[in-house]
Every structure is written in C-alpha cells, then in structure tokens.
C-alpha cells in the first residue's frame, strides 16, 4: 500500500496548514458530548485523511508540533496494513501492526497524558498473521 489513511481532528491543531498537505478524503462533524472530555468546544471535526508513503514521516513530525496543548492532550494517526503512526504532542510512534506490545507502549503513553483510555486503546487495531 503506497498511503496511509487515517483521522486528524481539525480543532486538535494549532496550525491548520498542515491539512494542506494531506489529501482529505471526507469530513464528518461531531458534537462533542461528556464522553469526548472536550467540553469547551461545541464540535470535532473529523478529517479523513491520505497520506502518501513518502511523506509520512515528515507529516507526522509537523503534526506533531501543531498538536493543541492548550487545554488536553490530543493525538492524530493514520496506518496502511503493516504500519501505524500515533502522533501526539512532541512524541511520534512507528508501530509495527502486529506488535501489541509497540501498541501497549502508545496507548500508555497517551493515557499518562490525559487522554481518556477509551480513545486511547490501540491494541484493538494489531492485525493477525
């Protein structure tokens, strides 16, 4: 696969720019509820997103310093069918898709930064050999 597809929540960055450099495939908006632990904003909204190979490290790293610290920890991630990136603030995680161990380290990882473990639980997503 020559793309990673994933989500990045618009209201996450602090630079929007970095969306100019993705191929958004839809958008979905989301009221945020209780649940989301964003309850100074009145939505997300959620960008698919296309990420060619070749560019999916350098993506990754300006995702990860346009990621809103502001008031909560936030993430973005896309993954072809053998790799993952989970970007969080000053932080990018390469994960193997089979490892549930890379997986367990990420998922900790957000969780010490506040975000709710529910939205954090990545194991879900290890492909089976």
Known sequence: MNTYIGTIIEESLTDLDVLKLV?????KVELVVEK???LWLKQWTL?????PVNKSQEIAELLSDAIDTTHTAWYADYKNDSHHYII????????DRFSREQYDVASRYGIALGIPDYQVNFSIHVRKG
């Open 23 to 27: 191929k958004i495939i839809s958008t």
């Open 36 to 38: 989301h632990q964003t």
């Open 47 to 51: 960008h698919k997103v296309e990420i």
């Open 88 to 95: 969080f603030p000053d932080k990018v995680f390469f994960i």
